[in-house]
C-alpha cells in the first residue's frame, strides 16, 4: 500500500460523473483510489493503478544500437529488481568490440562487482528499455549473451526477452508467455548471438522491451547471464 502522507488530494467535491488529471508526469505509474461520500459515512474506496504515456525523450529511437561502454550513456535502461541477483551495468564481464576494455548488461550478486549469482535465493529481475512500435513496421533484435546457469534437465535458471505493454507492471512475476519472444537456458558461459523477429501481428502500441532473468533456490552454476551489443532494427518485412 502507499503510505497516507504520499497521497494528494485532487478534490473533495466531484459531483460529474467522470474528472480530469492534469500535470502528470509522463511515463510514470500513478495509483489513483476514490470513494463516495454519503451523508455521515463514505464508501469503500475503489483504488486503481494508471501509466501516463511516455514523451519521444522516454523512447529509444529505432534503428537503436547499445555496447554499453560509455557508461555516460546508458540512461535509457531501467531496472526492476526483485532479490539478491540484480541486474547491473559494468565491467565485471563483456563482449566489446571496439574498446580494450568494455562494459555489458549483467545480473551480480555483489552490486555488479562480478558476474556471479547465489543459487539458493529466488530472484527475479528486469532490465528494460521503452520502444514505440508503428503501424505497418516490421522489427527485430540482435545481441549477444553469455549464461552458464542451469543445464537440463533443470532448466529453472534463464532470461526471458519480451515485450511487455507499459500498462503492465514488471514485477516478482517473469512476463506471461504471450509477452515472450525469445528464452535462453545456457550457452555453457560461451558468447553468443542471438537474433529474434517482433511477432508480425505485433499491435502498434508503446512497449517495455524486458530482459528478465530468473533463477530458483537450487543448482546452478555461476556465471549468470550476460549481455551486450544490441541492436534494434526494421525490416522490410
Known amino acids: ?18 474528472y480530469t488529471l492534469t500535470n502528470l508526469n509522463p511515463y510514470t505509474r500513478y495509483q489513483v483510489k476514490v470513494w463516495t461520500v454519503c451523508g455521515q459515512t463514505n464508501s469503500e474506496e ?9 514523451t519521444e525523450e522516454n523512447l529509444i529511437p529505432i534503428p537503436y544500437s547499445q555496447d554499453f561502454d560509455d557508461l555516460t ?22 563482449n566489446t ?10 545480473i551480480s550478486n555483489d552490486n555488479g562487482a562480478t558476474n556471479n549469482y547465489t543459487n539458493n535465493s529466488i530472484s527475479v529481475s528486469h532490465a528494460y528499455t521503452l520502444i514505440e512500435t508503428l503501424e505497418d513496421s516490421y522489427y527485430g533484435i540482435s545481441f549477444d549473451v ?27 512475476n517473469m512476463p506471461s508467455s504471450n ?18 523477429p517482433f511477432p508480425q501481428d505485433l499491435e502498434p502500441s508503446y512497449y517495455q522491451l524486458a530482459f528478465s532473468w530468473r533463477n530458483n533456490e537450487e543448482n546452478g552454476q555461476s556465471p549468470a547471464v550476460a549481455v551486450d551489443n544490441i541492436n534494434l532494427y526494421t525490416t522490410p518485412c
Open 1 to 18: 500500500d502507499t503510505p497516507s502522507s504520499t497521497w494528494t488530494t485532487l478534490s473533495n467535491n466531484i459531483t460529474e460523473q467522470s
Open 46 to 54: 475503489e483504488q486503481t493503478e494508471i501509466v501516463t504515456l511516455p
Open 73 to 94: 550513456s546508458v540512461s535509457e535502461w531501467y531496472f526492476s529488481n526483485h532479490g539478491v541477483n540484480q541486474w547491473h551495468i559494468g565491467t565485471a564481464v563483456d
Open 179 to 196: 509477452r515472450v519472444i525469445g528464452k535462453i537456458l545456457t550457452t555453457n558461459n560461451q558468447w553468443e548471438r542471438i537474433t529474434l
Open 146 to 172: 553469455k549464461l552458464q546457469g542451469e543445464t537440463t534437465p533443470y532448466e529453472t535458471d534463464y532470461l526471458t526477452i519480451s515485450l511487455v505493454p507499459i500498462t503492465e507492471s514488471l514485477s516478482t
Open 97 to 106: 568490440t571496439t574498446e580494450t576494455d568494455g562494459s555489458a548488461l549483467y
